[in-house]
């Protein structure tokens, strides 16, 4: 273990002992050296977890919503308290520039205080009932224990999406990571126990962390005590787990795949549209489920707007996350620069014509993967373009009329996050209406990734259509009852029904 990680785990709390002499082995996608080697839980472990979640929960669910709050508003201090630490960790374990680790701490602390407000406000409505002396009103109460399964990319923002609004909403944790990123969750419970002990009259329990394989993540899935199982990730894995949840008529919030487009037209501001496209294409390597994987672009700019695409992204500088300046870090792990490569390959193949997408940095680097971002002009929307690669890999494409450009945006299986850079009203106004993106998110000069917590996050299609973060979003982790209350003498039926006796 580097000196740097063991020191910042001590910092933020986190027992020697729980990362060393562990069989998950830690890997820092920076130069590849071994980080941690974390203990590996078992499907009895979760099991356990989730008897112990749920007796928490029976405890938890009858503390005041605002007192509840109480306990994130705490965590959200801890968080502050050790943002820069926290960030740096999760950099060296997820591979994020400095500034984008930050900023995923960042989003921590935001939806802490989101949520602090939100625990005065889990409202229902007052109905009128049709018959006199009668109210109707229903109810937001606590669900149950909530499984939360995260990915590598954010590997502690999407958790503290689901926990903060969880915490508050009456509910319990049980929180499985990414095999890649187990670190950063020790830490981010280390701090969570922090709160806790500052807090009175917290059960023991309210959220737990299980570091393991499938098994766990199966044990999870399948116990019908697990009331709403939140998970982020590929397609892949949420139709393995989509199903399982159904099965036993649990509840699930998946927030799969994305392929974000961005539509550029002739009244683009230009200068505005480059940057969004640059950070949307290539910040974070590429890997954000909100990445911009498509440019369609109108045939009278495109040119113009390829070219300067083309040039700053040669311009880019690519190399250690935690070194100033650097703004392309490396991609998680081998397999994703494999499969960054078979996708250029692909796109080749289908006619494409492709700048950009080499190995960078192998001598310096020889157990990472940095790949310079690509770029990657084809004739039409291919099968490759319509895949998700979770690389930065840019694919361009030219329209005539917008709405052919809305019908190529929507016609991909993944349907999270989407923009139009444009100055005319009435092609901005298209694009967010019935008529314009099928997308959960649909931005208008800005582009599809770095979404604030106050909105709903999420997409439709193989998106999965969960909605984490703000808005109401709260509501997936409450059941909700109707209540009529009779304060009259008699007991008149709806519907006017009659049944006298
Ligand atoms: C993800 O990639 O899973 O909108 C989440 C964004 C971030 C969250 C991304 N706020 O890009």
């Known amino acids: 273990m580097t000196s740097t990680t063991s020191e910042l785990l001590a910092a933020l709390g986190v027992p020697a002992a729980a990362v060393t002499g562990g069989s998950m082995t830690v890997r820092s996608p920076i130069d590849g050296a071994v980080i941690g080697a974390v203990h590996e839980a078992k499907a009895a472990d979760m099991t356990a977890a989730i008897a112990r979640a749920q007796a928490a929960f029976l405890q938890w669910r009858t503390v005041p919503a605002p007192k509840r709050g109480e306990l994130v508003r705490l965590f959200g201090e801890e968080l502050r308290a050790n943002k820069s630490a926290l960030a740096r960790l999760v950099s060296l374990e997820a591979g994020k520039v400095t500034s984008e680790g930050e900023g995923e701490v960042q989003e921590m602390i935001d939806i802490c205080d989101f949520a602090v407000g939100l625990s005065r406000q889990l409202h229902g409505l007052t109905i009128a009932s049709e018959r006199p002396g009668h109210r109707m009103m229903e109810q937001y109460l606590p669900l149950g224990v909530v499984g939360i399964i995260s990915a590598f990319n954010f590997p502690v923002a999407v958790w503290a999406w689901n926990s903060a609004l969880a915490l508050v909403c009456g509910d319990t944790c049980i929180w499985k990571p990414s095999e890649k990123t187990p670190l950063t969750a020790l830490a981010t419970q280390a701090l ?34 697990v009331a709403l199982v939140s998970a982020t990730g590929s397609t892949r894995m949420g139709r393995a787990v989509g199903p399982r949840v159904a099965a036993r008529f649990g509840r699930c ?95 080749r193949e289908q006619g494409g014509e492709v700048t950009g997408g080499e190995r960078a940095l192998a001598q310096q680097y020889p157990e990472a993967f940095y790949a310079a971002p690509a770029l990657a002009r084809m004739p039409a929307q291919t099968d490759i373009v319509k895949h998700e690669t979770f690389a930065p890999i840019l694919y361009t494409l030219k329209y005539k009329t917008l709405d052919e450009a809305i019908a190529l945006q929507n016609d991909v299986p993944q349907g999270l996050s989407s923009a139009i850079f444009t100055n005319d009203i009435r092609e901005a106004e298209t694009f967010v209406s019935a008529s314009g993106s099928d997308c959960g998110i ?60």
């Open 442 to 501: 649909a931005n208008v000069n800005i582009g599809t990734s770095g979404a604030e917590i106050g909105g709903a996050f999420g997409g439709e299609k193989e998106t999965g259509g969960g909605r984490e973060s703000g808005s109401d979003a709260w509501k997936a982790y409450m059941r909700r009852t109707t209540n009529t209350v009779n304060y009259s003498r008699e007991l008149p039926l709806a519907q006017g029904v009659k049944f006298d006796v």
């Open 253 to 347: 919030l998946l927030e799969l795949g994305g392929n974000n487009a961005i539509i550029v037209t002739p009244s683009a501001d230009l200068d505005l549209a480059v940057r969004g496209i640059l950070f949307g294409a290539y910040g974070t390597a590429g890997q954000r489920c909100t990445t911009t994987r498509r440019v369609i672009a109108h045939e009278s700019i495109h040119d113009e707007l390829v070219a300067r695409l083309e040039r700053a992204r040669a311009q880019l500088k690519i190399g250690s996350p935690v070194e100033p300046g650097n703004l392309i870090g490396p991609l998680i792990d081998k397999a994703a620069f494999d499969a960054m490569q078979a996708a250029l390959a692909a796109a």
């Open 192 to 225: 969570f126990e922090k709160a806790v002990t500052r807090y009175a009259g917290a059960p023991a329990h309210l959220s737990q962390v299980l570091n393991g394989g499938a098994a766990v993540g199966e044990a999870l899935v399948d116990d019908a005590r």
